[in-house]
C-alpha cells in the first residue's frame, strides 16, 4: 500500500530524513515514533505530497507520489499535526467541500456525514463556524473528512493530541475497523502505550534515520515500547 524507498530530505544544510526506507501492507496500523525533531513530520509530510524531498521515492499503491500526485491523493488522506481548517467555513460545508473534491457521491453524503460526526458527537456543532470550534473539536471534524472519502491508505500526524478520552477510544477503534477491512494506516504519536496497543508494526526514528522497525512483538522483544525506545534513545 505504501513503499517509502531511501527517503532523503534536507533543509538547507540539515539532514531531516536519511535514506528511509519502509513498507506498509493492506491490514496494518503502523506506528511511527522517534524524539522531537526526528523527522517524523517531515515523512509524513512527504507521503502525503505537500513537501518535496531530495532523494528516494514514495509509491502509494505502486504509484509514486511524485509522478502521480493526483491519483496518490484520491487514495489516501492525511492529518495534519494542527488542524489548520478554513475557520470561516462552518463545519458542514468544509465536509461537503472535502467530498466535493474527493468526488464522494451526493448520494448517501448525508449519511455518512451523520453516521461520521455521531461517532464524535459532533453532529449539533457542524452548523457553527470552525474559528468557534475548540482544538478538539477541529480534530475530530478533520478526522471525519479523513474517513468521508474511503481512501485506502491514512496518514496520521499525532492524531490523539487534543482529543478527550471518548474521542480517543473511538479514534482507536475506527482505525481498527479500518485496517480489519483492508486499509493501512500509517501515523505518529508519542503517546508510546498507545502505540503498543493498537500498532501492529513499529518503526523508530532518530536523528532522520530509522533506526528500529518491524512488529510490535519483534520490536519490543519482552520489554516494553518505552523501556526499548528509552534505550535506543540513549545509545
Ligand atoms: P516533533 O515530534 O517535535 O513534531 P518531528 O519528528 O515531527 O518532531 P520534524 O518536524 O520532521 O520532526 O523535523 C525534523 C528536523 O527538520 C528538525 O531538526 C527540524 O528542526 C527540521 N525542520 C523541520 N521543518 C523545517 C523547516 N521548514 N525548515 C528548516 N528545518 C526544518
Not at 157 to 182: I, N, Q, W, Y
Request: negative net charge; glycine residues 10%; contains cysteine.
Amino acid at each position: 500500500m505504501l513503499t517509502i524507498n531511501h527517503l532523503t530530505k534536507t533543509y538547507g544544510d540539515k539532514k531531516a530524513v536519511d535514506d528511509l526506507s519502509l513498507c506498509i501492507n493492506p491490514g496494518e496500523i503502523y506506528g511511527f515514533i522517534g524524539h522531537n525533531g526526528a523527522g517524523k513530520t517531515t515523512t509524513l509530510k512527504s507521503i502525503a505530497g505537500i513537501l518535496g524531498f531530495d532523494e528516494g521515492e514514495i509509491l502509494i499503491n505502486g504509484k509514486s507520489i511524485k509522478d502521480k500526485p493526483i491519483e496518490c491523493k484520491k487514495e489516501m488522506a492525511y492529518i495534519p499535526d494542527n488542524p489548520d481548517l478554513y475557520e470561516y467555513m462552518t463545519g458542514i460545508k468544509y465536509l461537503n467541500f472535502i467530498a466535493d473534491i474527493y468526488g464522494v457521491p451526493s448520494e448517501g453524503r448525508n449519511d455518512k456525514i451523520r453516521k461520521l460526526s455521531d461517532i464524535f458527537g459532533l453532529t449539533d456543532d457542524l452548523g457553527e463556524a470552525i474559528a468557534a470550534y475548540s482544538h478538539g473539536m477541529k480534530q475530530k471534524l478533520a478526522i471525519v473528512s479523513a474517513w468521508l472519502h474511503d481512501p485506502k491508505l491514512i496518514i496520521m500526524d499525532e492524531p490523539f493530541v487534543g482529543l478527550d478520552p471518548k474521542a480517543s477510544h473511538e479514534l482507536k477503534t475506527m482505525m481498527r475497523e479500518f485496517c480489519d477491512k483492508g486499509g493501512a494506516i500509517f501515523f505518529s504519536t508519542h503517546v508510546l502505550e498507545v502505540a503498543e496497543k493498537l500498532c501492529d508494526k513499529i518503526a523508530i526514528i532518530k536523528n532522520g534515520q530509522l533506526i528500529k522497525s518491524g512488529t510490535m512483538e519483534d520490536v519490543r522483544g519482552d520489554d516494553s515500547l518505552e523501556e526499548v525506545f528509552l534505550e535506543l534513545e540513549a545509545e
